[in-house]
């Protein structure tokens, strides 16, 4: 429970507005909620897992600024629209790619999620 609400908590309920916006255009913005959100999961698992923070900071930043500059809804991309089933799609893979990546992270240090 607390693998899934450590993601809610630092993907959505942290994040501000401002971040939001400018996460594609700054990748040191990416990577500041990156930090932010990997710290979720150091405060929900203990110090133990510093290293997967690192590795779900680096690769939550990477992959948000990507998909911003990609996928992010009214970009053209494959085909890509404003329909509503295209936008929550997008927000699925998305965050289905942010959850395998951190489960593949924290059990690597050990962790049963």
Not at 1 to 24: E, P, S
Not at 74 to 79: E, I, L
Request: hydrophobic share 50%; aromatic share 16%; glycine share 8%.
């Amino acid at each position: 429970m607390k693998f899934l609400l450590a993601h809610l908590v630092g993907d959505y309920l942290i994040q501000r507005k401002w971040i939001a916006l400018r996460k594609g255009s700054s990748f040191w913005v990416a990577l500041l909620h990156g930090t932010t959100y990997a710290l979720c999961y150091l405060v929900a698992y203990g110090w133990r897992v510093w290293p997967a923070c690192i590795a779900i900071s680096l690769t939550h930043s990477v992959q948000d600024y990507w998909w911003w500059n990609t996928k992010h809804p009214g970009r053209k991309w494959w085909g890509y629209d404003d329909s509503g089933i295209q936008i929550a799609l997008a927000i699925v893979v998305d965050n289905t790619l942010h959850l395998l990546v951190n489960y593949v992270a924290l059990t690597l240090c050990g962790v049963v999620v």
